[in-house]
């Protein structure tokens, strides 16, 4: 009996200091928020976690492009960790600070593509298809 | 499909020919192995020639049996591979994909010596999987089957993935293998089985092992016909070495048969008129194609049908052929807000989808599809039972003049009112659809790896002029080649793989190449680095070798990209994170570099491109080298997925 009184006490004690160090994490990162380099993102998305097999390299031309990117990097980071669409994995290793450094860098990729009219090549495969089908 | 061949003329020429060579080696000898020194080939026995070694008394021993004379030692006039050259020659191949083998050595020396080393000519291949990948590809783009040679057991393992394609894309493919019959020596016992067809059965449309050379005949014959026959496929005959070694007995009592190719199924009137009704009936008709039209006569009539009804085809995705020009109004499944009351599934092994689509709104759905002609086999390739209204076990194409009169037929003015009406909603949806496609292609133009709107867009710009033939599958550009090239002609597009295993690509585009060859087209390949890998290096070889014009561009994304993902979403249901699933993955540390593989083959070869603004003047250099009759690479570091 005194034995288990005493490791209820020490049980007591340990969920405690959790408990006061989460709020103390919480706190701090209330306080300062990750800082994210676009520098040290680049890699984490293109090699470390593989962003790029769906996403491919440029986030834009993929299977879901992920510019402009409308998330603010605190719900991109909550949103990646717990993804729940059934084909974008949740990441929960992820750390706060390599998900801000992956939204810092996808944030420097061009939002927008050149215009059409910019691009000669495709508007000119358009003019033809234009052509086909009216044929 | 079938080449017809002409009966009377065949018949007769290929016997006078055969017959000719008989009569010459019976008036040399009442036997017809010559024993005595005569050919510069005797000049030293096989066993004194260096390179060969002697056997030993120890060897001597192991065997009981005692040695038949060697094969190299005899002369023989009249060997039974030239009767069955004589008979291959009446099936009107061109050419037969050979990587030799002491199992059909005998038939190899006949193909050369006594055949001319024409029709077939024979295409040297340093794979066995290749060369039925390139009979494969070949078969696709010319309409008619190519041979393919293999040694025992070894060859045929190794052609077999080749084979399985072949049968999942129903596809014609004439193959042989060598049976080393009684194995003396160790190294033919493995390449020898008492059933050599079981290793392939499960997915060959028929195999056969003759016994004599009339059985022979008769069995290449069968195996020409059924193959070609709807649903086609690959065949096989396994052919014993000493059938091929040994002198015919008596050549005046061998024939060679006439081909009588059997018409092909076409479906019932009864029902052929009911499916007309159903679709002249329909509001909202679509017609949805898989592997339909291999002819310009297909192709025309599905043209026909579809703008008569004034209904969207669309012909779907992997696995499907071209069938339907890419941009006709009428492409596609008539967007978003069309809703089909009646489908039409022509060649679709796999109606269940269509039939779910309508079964809510009360709508029918009708199939032509030569499937119900199959027979059961172990691969599961086949489709599910699908509760359509109107299933008829016939060839799609085959049926289409009939369906089409019928549809004449019952049409009325209203129904051609209400087409009319239904045409210009769907040309509607089609601009709509082609606008936003073209949209989509712009993000990521500059990107460096270079994006798969932008390879296709690019080489689109080169070739607007030429006669080209897209002679690989799709399934790794996505649709991209469908809406940034015109396909408006049945061989523009060769169709993927069939059974969906990488390897296939590059060899059977050589094959494809081969074929579009004698009509002087443009053909172009765009193959996966995965794919290259496989077999496709030494595929290479071959079209340097036979000097077979082809562009062959390495959509090089440095990994089998698709299975990081699915490794990826697998570690995150398990909670095991994802920083290590491009362990088993990915092609580099170090990149193989292709241009420099493909210069080791002899080909012109450029890469790797990654920057966009150079795929342009590369392409312009490599087609330059194609159109003059070359095969050229182009190693282009690319995006793994287009957008969608």
Redesign the interface.
């Known amino acids: 009996m005194k034995q288990r009184g005493l490791a209820a006490a020490l049980t007591s004690v340990v969920l405690a200091s959790v408990v006061l160090a989460a709020a103390s994490l919480s706190a701090q990162q209330q306080v300062q928020p990750v800082v994210g380099d676009a520098a040290r993102g680049k890699p984490l998305f293109s090699?470390?976690?593989?962003c790029?097999?769906?996403h491919?390299?440029?986030a834009?031309?993929?299977?879901?492009?992920l510019v402009p990117l409308n998330y603010t990097q605190e719900g991109f980071i909550t949103f990646v960790q717990n993804?729940p669409l059934p084909?974008m994995?949740?990441?929960?290793?992820?750390s706060p600070q390599q998900l801000a450094d992956i939204y810092a860098y996808i944030r420097t990729i061009p939002a927008d593509?050149?215009?059409?009219r910019d691009?000669p090549?495709?508007s000119?495969?358009?003019q033809?298809?234009?052509r086909?089908?009216a044929e | 499909m079938a080449k017809r061949v002409d009966s009377a003329s065949t018949g007769s020429v290929d016997r006078r020919e055969f017959l000719k060579g008989a009569a010459a080696g019976a008036a040399g000898a009442a036997g017809a192995i010559v024993t005595g020194p005569a050919p510069a080939q005797q000049a030293a026995p096989a066993n004194q020639r260096p390179g060969v070694t002697r056997p030993t008394e120890a060897d001597a021993r192991a065997d009981f049996v005692p040695p038949e004379p060697r094969a190299d030692a005899r002369f023989i006039r009249n060997p039974g591979s030239d009767y069955m050259v004589d008979v291959l020659k009446a099936l009107d191949f061109d050419y037969v994909a050979v990587n030799p083998g002491s199992a059909f050595e005998g038939l190899h020396e006949s193909l050369i010596n006594h055949g001319g080393n024409r029709k077939p000519e024979i295409l040297t291949v340093l794979h066995e999987e290749a060369g039925a990948a390139m009979a494969h590809g070949y078969a696709k783009a010319a309409g008619k089957p190519m041979m393919t040679l293999m040694h025992g057991t070894v060859g045929l393992l190794h052609a077999g993935m080749g084979l399985f394609h072949a049968w999942c894309d129903r596809v014609p493919v004439f193959a042989i293998v060598g049976q080393p019959r009684n194995p003396t020596s160790v190294i033919n016992r493995p390449h020898s089985a008492q059933d050599m067809g079981s290793i392939v059965r499960d997915f060959m449309k028929m195999d056969d092992e003759p016994t004599n050379l009339d059985v022979f005949a008769n069995i290449a014959m069968r195996a020409y016909t059924i193959g070609l026959t709807p649903p086609r496929g690959p065949t096989l005959l396994v052919i014993d070495s000493e059938l091929q070694e040994a002198p015919i007995p008596d050549p005046s009592k061998l024939t060679i048969p006439r081909l009588s190719m059997p018409s092909i199924p076409q479906g019932d009137s009864g029902a052929v008129k009911e499916a007309a009704r159903l679709l002249v009936s329909a509001e909202r008709p679509l017609i949805r194609t898989g592997k339909l039209a291999r002819t310009s006569a297909g192709w025309d009539r599905l043209v026909e049908l579809a703008e008569l009804l004034q209904a969207p085809v669309d012909v779907g995705g992997y696995g499907s052929w071209q069938d339907f020009?890419s941009?006709?109004?009428l492409y596609g499944s008539g967007g978003a807000d069309y809703r089909p009351d009646v489908i039409l599934g022509l060649e679709i092994n796999d109606m269940t989808p269509s039939v779910r689509a309508v079964r809510a709104t009360g709508g029918k759905t009708i199939s032509i599809c030569s499937e119900y002609l199959s027979q059961g086999h172990n691969i599961h390739d086949f489709g599910n039972y699908s509760e359509v209204d109107v299933a008829i076990a016939a060839d799609g194409e085959v049926t289409l003049p009939s369906l089409i009169e019928e549809v004449r037929k019952q049409s009325t003015g209203n129904a051609q009112r209400l087409r009319t009406a239904r045409g210009a909603q769907v040309?509607a949806a089609?601009?709509s659809i082609?606008?936003s496609e073209?949209?989509a292609?712009?993000?990521?133009?500059?990107?460096s790896?270079v994006?798969?709107?932008r390879l296709v867009?690019?080489l689109?710009?080169q070739i607007?002029n030429d006669d080209w033939a897209i002679v690989s599958g799709h399934q790794f550009t996505g649709q991209w080649q469908r809406r940034?090239l015109?396909h408006?002609k049945f061989y523009r597009y060769n169709g993927d793989s069939g059974g969906f295993g990488i390897g296939y690509d590059t060899p059977a585009s050589v094959g494809g190449a081969l074929a579009h060859r004698e009509h002087g087209r443009l053909p172009i390949a765009i193959v996966g680095d995965g794919d290259f890998n496989f077999v496709g290096a030494g595929a290479l070889w071959t079209a340097a070798h036979h000097k077979i014009p082809l562009l062959l561009i390495v959509h090089n994304n440095r990994?089998y990209?698709?299975e990081?993902?699915l490794v990826?979403?697998t570690?995150?249901?398990r909670?095991r994170?994802?920083?290590k699933?491009?362990i088993g993955n990915v092609i580099r540390d170090p990149a193989p570099d292709y241009a420099k593989i493909a210069e080791g083959y002899g080909i012109y070869s450029e890469g790797p491109i990654a920057d966009p603004t150079a795929l342009g003047p590369a392409l312009e250099r490599a087609l330059a080298r194609v159109r003059a009759g070359e095969p050229a690479l182009l190693d282009v570091i690319s995006?793994?997925?287009?957008?969608?």
């Open positions: 090699d470390t976690f593989n790029y097999a769906c491919n390299f440029d834009q031309s993929g299977e879901r492009r993804s084909n994995p949740a990441f929960p290793d992820a593509a050149p215009a059409l691009v090549l495709l000119d495969v358009l033809r298809k234009n086909a089908v | 020009p941009w006709h109004a040309a089609h601009k082609r606008e073209i949209d292609a712009r993000y990521g133009w500059n990107s790896p994006s798969v709107p867009a690019e689109g710009r607007q940034l015109n408006d990994a990209h698709a990081v993902m990826q979403r570690a995150a249901r909670g994170g994802n920083d699933v491009d995006q793994p997925r287009g957008p969608t």
